[in-house]
């Protein structure tokens, strides 16, 4: 399968811990992007990299996200402290150089109990 | 910031009938515009896509149009199967200025009644 591969599907966890969510974008894709949706809403756009430069972040990005793409391939996603307002399913894209088709991966759906 | 509009919510059509959803953006700069089909558990599918020096694009069943003038634009599902019924997503992107921040509408869940 060459498509976004984003895990793990899905994650439990309990308030104030945290939490890591790791995406595999498509082979020779220089952009990645992280998505945040939550129930009945469309995705929101959290973080963009291009290679391994985070060059946009909403401000939905509170500081307790952060966002890495090390080596410009995979990327994680960690939230900090987590707080029951972060559940929603977290979504990855990607798109090549010079191409504005952005194609996404399953999803990570978080629930904070 | 860009704000996208999507209508209606839901939407029920008979097999085989046509199904249409509009979306309205603010941001007269937005120049590209990707519709999304999301089964449920799933992510976002790309179906189709078009472009601000395009006013129509046809793939198959499924078509759209864009009215830079107006700021709107729709999808159009021909001939629907029950495997049509999902939320389908529009979005807009202003791709000249570095920023590849895709803005979605809110969902349009169809429904296709065998």
């Known amino acids: 399968d060459t498509g976004v591969s984003q895990n793990p599907r899905h994650k439990i966890t309990k308030r104030g811990q945290n939490v890591t969510f790791r995406c595999d974008p498509i082979?020779?894709?220089?952009?990645l992007y992280w998505y945040r949706q939550t129930l009945g809403q469309g995705p929101e756009f959290l973080t963009y990299?291009?290679?391994?430069?985070?060059?946009?972040k909403s401000r939905l990005l509170s500081d307790r996200f952060s966002a890495e793409r090390p080596k410009g391939s995979f990327s994680t996603l960690e939230i900090q402290r987590t707080e029951q307002g972060d559940s929603a399913m977290y979504l990855c894209a990607s798109s090549a150089q010079g191409n504005t088709e952005a194609f996404f991966g399953q999803g990570t759906r978080l629930t904070v109990v | 910031g860009e704000n996208v509009e999507q209508h209606p919510s839901t939407l029920s059509v008979q097999e085989g009938d046509s199904a249409v959803i509009k979306c309205t953006y603010s941001d007269s700069a937005s120049n590209y515009f990707p519709w999304y089909k999301q089964e449920l558990g799933k992510g976002p599918q790309l179906i189709i896509d078009?472009?601000?020096?395009?006013g129509e694009k046809k793939d198959q069943r499924i078509a759209v149009t864009l009215n830079k003038t107006a700021k709107h634009f729709s999808l159009h599902i021909t001939e629907t199967q029950p495997e049509d019924s999902a939320v389908y997503f529009c979005a807009a992107l202003f791709s000249g200025a570095g920023s590849y921040q895709l803005t979605f509408g809110k969902g349009t869940k169809l429904s296709v009644i065998p």
């Open positions: 078009i472009r601000s020096n395009v």
């Open positions: 990299f291009q290679n391994e430069a985070q060059l946009e």
């Open positions: 082979s020779e894709h220089n952009r």
